[in-house]
């Protein structure tokens, strides 16, 4: 079994509390915002009415929040069947134009410049092997003068210990390794991608866009139950933000 079916695997199991929790997803949804940074970052953007195109959507709570944000239309893509069919009786729900499709990405399964902003984040690109074939894919369903938004998790976060003294490195993880096994994800094995910052940004670069902005945060997009590491206390960067521009 190669590292794509392992993980594809691994997200069946892990989608299933996307059914078993679907009124807690749903209560979630109907007053979830994006974060701060992506508010600030975004509003130019948003204040258009884009069309939006979100890769690995997951549970789609964001893409209810970028509607709310201002977003004409949210696609979602996402290659667990559970995740797309119950992010969309959440969105049918709350009667916001959002749509989802099951895909493998990329390549994204849409015709070309059919889209104004394509938004990642909150742990995507970990799941994409390929990156420059993803950024390229970007590039390919931006209208002319469109934008890529990210919002992730820093690049050295999987490095991290998550001890509440002090912040170690850990012995088993490689900043320039090719992946690793995520043991904070539900066990079941799945392989995440380990791209360096270079890796991310010259793969927007090298598909033809312009960044327009590039920040490094302090903060973890997302902390796991109880826990209070020292590596989250605001002296290492957690999270980063990319916001870039199709030429037209």
Known sequence: MDDHERTRRAWAQAA???VREHERFLAQARTAELFAVERRVLAPVLAATPAVLHPMSGNG???????????????????DERAVAWAQRRADALG???????????????ADGAF?????????????????????EVARVLRPG???FV?????MVPLYSWDEDTTRIRADRDYFAAAHVNDSFPGFGAVERQHTFAAVVTSVLGAGLTIEVLEEHPEPF???????????????????SLLARLSG
């Open 16 to 18: 299933g509390k996307y």
């Open 96 to 110: 916001h134009p959002v749509r989802y499709v099951r895909a493998d990405v990329p390549p994204f399964p849409v």
């Open 61 to 79: 709570v964001d893409d209810v929040a970028l509607v709310r944000a201002g977003a004409a239309t949210v696609t979602g893509l996402d290659y």
């Open 151 to 155: 919002h992730e998790s820093h690049p």
């Open 222 to 240: 997302w902390r796991m139950g109880d826990v209070d590491a020292a590596a989250w206390r605001g002296r290492l960067p957690n999270s980063f």
């Open 116 to 136: 104004d902003l394509v938004y990642t984040g909150k742990g995507a690109l970990v799941w994409v092997a390929d990156l420059r074939g993803w950024a390229a």
């Open 146 to 148: 469109g934008h890529l």
